[in-house]
């Protein structure tokens, strides 16, 4: 049996580590807007929510500032970070670099990972179903996981997400003015391209699906003023 502690609303695996974990749940909570741009951390705060000594919450913090999620004035205070355009802006160029190329492969090579994606991307329509903004992005994230599995490029999964911090805030931003019905329909087209071998018809619609994304950064300071820098 794991042995697990609640501690607020989060409940640790006492089996694994506490910073990762704890790491993961502050990130999410950032990229879904839950803690918005500019939010102040309270370390006394979290450690009484958390039941945690300073080591892990420092831990934690000190990786969220690597990836640009927090900003942290020693003795002072933790902010979580305003969106960073320009770095947002260099996730989506290496984003776009490997995932074109990534579905033209499998359009050429695995059409059979067609039925990964599609199987994704029904998950992802039912989040839509429920309105679920959160979880949609999750379903969503969990579909472009699949296509690095099925490409073969799973050891690049890591580095795009710790450097996807501030893109994937400005595409939660955004999602309201792209609309989840049309993701997923960008997202059928990828895996209907790929299933009949397709290369260029699966690149295509990916480019155009991460394109949405390079509109939102061209204007993201001007259509969310005191959240981006």
Do not use: C
């Amino acid at each position: 049996m794991t042995d697990r502690a609640e501690t607020g609303r989060l409940a640790f695996d006492r089996t694994r580590q506490i910073a990762p974990q704890l790491l993961e749940h502050l990130r999410e909570r950032i990229l879904s807007l839950d803690l918005g741009p500019g939010t102040t951390l309270s370390r006394p705060q979290l450690q009484k929510q958390f039941g945690l000594s300073q080591t892990p919450l420092r831990d934690a913090l000190l990786k969220l500032e690597e990836e640009g999620l927090v900003t942290i004035y020693p003795q002072y205070k933790t902010l979580v970070s305003l969106i960073d355009v320009e770095q947002a802006r260099q996730a989506h160029f290496m984003r776009r670099a490997i995932e074109v190329d990534a579905v033209r492969l499998l359009a050429r090579e695995r059409p059979a990972a067609a039925e990964a994606l599609t199987r994704a991307n029904a998950a992802l329509a039912e989040t839509a179903r429920a309105d679920d903004l959160t979880a949609f992005l999750l379903a969503d994230r969990a579909f472009h996981h699949v296509i690095f599995v099925e490409a073969g490029l799973l050891a690049l999964w890591p580095i795009i997400r710790r450097n996807s911090g501030n893109l994937d805030r400005l595409r939660r931003l955004n999602l309201p003015n792209v609309g989840m019905p049309k993701v997923i329909a960008l997202h059928a087209r990828v895996a209907e391209a790929i299933a009949s071998g397709n290369a260029d018809a699966a690149g295509s619609a990916m480019h155009e699906h991460l394109s949405f994304t390079l509109a939102v950064l061209s204007r993201a300071r001007e259509g969310y003023p005191g959240l981006v820098v």
